[in-house]
């Protein structure tokens, strides 16, 4: 079976805005389909009120909210009580630096690397700096940008408490096995372990509980919806952290992790995404009786599949070309590399292909997307940095041979 891409296009209606563009900038944040932006116009034209009241609008409101909790929870495989909806993965990861840091002493020491996104290593170590703690790199290798778990395990010791690392960098784009990573992690130390997954949940959402994950945090807003992010708590380390609530709230878990409150609107929204990987089931496959967290799983092979169908042949160019650098994998053999695809020209700035392939109707970006560790350390200018075509199941055949015709162009 493969994806019917017509009927996921379908379900996007800033894909018919312009049919001739492409865009290729998921990774900073995906188009949102049609059933978010519906719940949020409906929420704010029908129930825009304090929610979990008795007043029919009120009661509403927070069904609302609580269909979106449920689903998600049951979509990650979670406990409700062990899902938390903030603004974002970057507020979040710093709440939790608050919550987990605060009981940290000098002598423990934690595991960071250089390969995330500066969300999922900066607050930790602020953190560790703070409490005069020894903090340890996970070195990426310094020509693929790729991590290896047997560079890990000589920093483990009975003195880590966590260790910090991404499922997939949102510059090299290849998965880290995060069930072999975290069982390799428990098997030579009592360490937690806490994965940043902005940029992995936009192609697959993973059954958490498999994972034996003890923290796990994603952004909505790059996975089809509203700007809020999700974040996994396990319930059974609740002890060993603070809450970040009013002292009146302390022991709510909605509230433990999410100092700010609820965005009442944005959080009934999240069960839009839901309600999109809901229907890309039913059309695909039976529907009757399949657990959440299964739907998702059925969902991840169609979209591995086609995604794999846009990665090769960019791939394959790139790393041909003789005025190119490409970052991570170069194939899809492995089924582990996202068609997030970062390099960098050789005869040129990244600033000004990007311009090139931007003028020709390329939604394209160049940075560091504040992976600004991992940029130098691949011995590249953190300030012009690589340029980085991002694409997603949304996304056709004909949007890469567009792009390569004019990568082709802009690269002579």
């Known amino acids: 079976m493969s994806l019917d891409i017509d009927f996921v296009r379908r379900q996007f209606g800033q894909l018919d805005d312009d049919p001739q563009f492409v865009f290729a900038s998921n990774a900073g944040g995906s188009y949102v389909c049609n059933q978010v932006n519906n719940l949020v116009e409906h929420y704010n034209r029908h129930t825009r009120v304090q929610p979990y009241s008795n007043f029919p609008s009120s009661a509403e409101a927070g069904d609302a909210m609580n269909r979106?909790?449920?689903?998600?929870?049951?979509?990650?495989?979670?406990?409700?009580?062990?899902?938390?909806?903030?603004?974002?993965?970057?507020?979040?990861?710093?709440?939790?630096?608050?919550?987990?840091?605060?009981?940290?002493?000098?002598?423990?020491?934690?595991?960071?690397?250089?390969?995330?996104?500066?969300?999922?290593?900066?607050?930790?170590?602020?953190?560790?700096?703070?409490?005069?703690?020894?903090?340890?790199?996970?070195?990426?290798?310094?020509?693929?940008?790729?991590?290896?778990?047997?560079?890990?395990?000589?920093?483990?010791?009975?003195?880590?408490?966590?260790?910090?690392?991404?499922?997939?960098?949102?510059?090299?784009?290849?998965?880290?096995?995060?069930?072999?990573?975290?069982?390799?992690?428990?098997?030579?130390?009592?360490?937690?372990?806490f994965v940043d997954a902005v940029a992995y949940a936009p192609h697959h959402i993973c059954d958490l509980k498999a994972m034996d994950v003890d923290g796990y945090a994603f952004s909505l807003y790059k996975v089809f919806g509203p700007h809020q992010g999700l974040m996994y708590i396990n319930a059974a380390i609740y002890a060993d952290l603070t809450s970040q609530a009013h002292y009146f709230l302390t022991g709510d878990p909605a509230k433990d992790f999410n100092p700010a409150g609820p965005q009442h609107a944005q959080v009934a929204a999240c069960a839009g995404v839901l309600d999109y990987f809901d229907a890309l089931h039913a059309h695909h496959f039976d529907n009757k009786g399949v657990a959440p967290a299964q739907k998702m799983t059925d969902i991840h092979g169609l979209i591995l599949q086609h995604e794999n169908q846009l990665a090769t042949p960019l791939l394959d160019f790139l790393d041909q070309h003789p005025d190119v650098r490409l970052v991570g994998k170069t194939t899809t053999d492995d089924n582990d590399r996202a068609p997030t695809i970062a390099f960098k020209p050789l005869k040129q700035s990244s600033q000004s292909l990007a311009s090139k392939l931007q003028t020709s109707g390329i939604g394209t970006e160049y940075g560091n997307f504040y992976a600004h560790r991992l940029i130098s350390d691949l011995g590249l200018d953190p300030e012009d940095g690589v340029v980085r075509l991002s694409l997603l199941h949304y996304n056709r055949v004909e949007d890469v041979e567009k792009i390569l015709r004019e990568l082709d162009r802009a690269l002579d």
């Open 68 to 193: 979106a909790r449920q689903g998600w929870a049951d979509a990650l495989n979670i406990g409700l009580s062990e899902l938390t909806i903030g603004p974002s993965t970057s507020m979040n990861t710093y709440v939790m630096s608050q919550a987990i840091g605060d009981l940290w002493k000098a002598d423990d020491e934690i595991i960071v690397t250089n390969q995330d996104h500066e969300a999922n290593s900066g607050t930790w170590r602020r953190k560790a700096i703070e409490k005069g703690m020894t903090m340890r790199q996970w070195e990426v290798d310094p020509e693929t940008g790729l991590l290896d778990v047997e560079q890990l395990i000589p920093l483990l010791n009975e003195k880590t408490r966590w260790v910090f690392f991404p499922h997939c960098s949102n510059i090299v784009g290849t998965a880290n096995p995060v069930a072999n990573i975290v069982s390799q992690i428990k098997d030579n130390s009592s360490a937690r372990v």
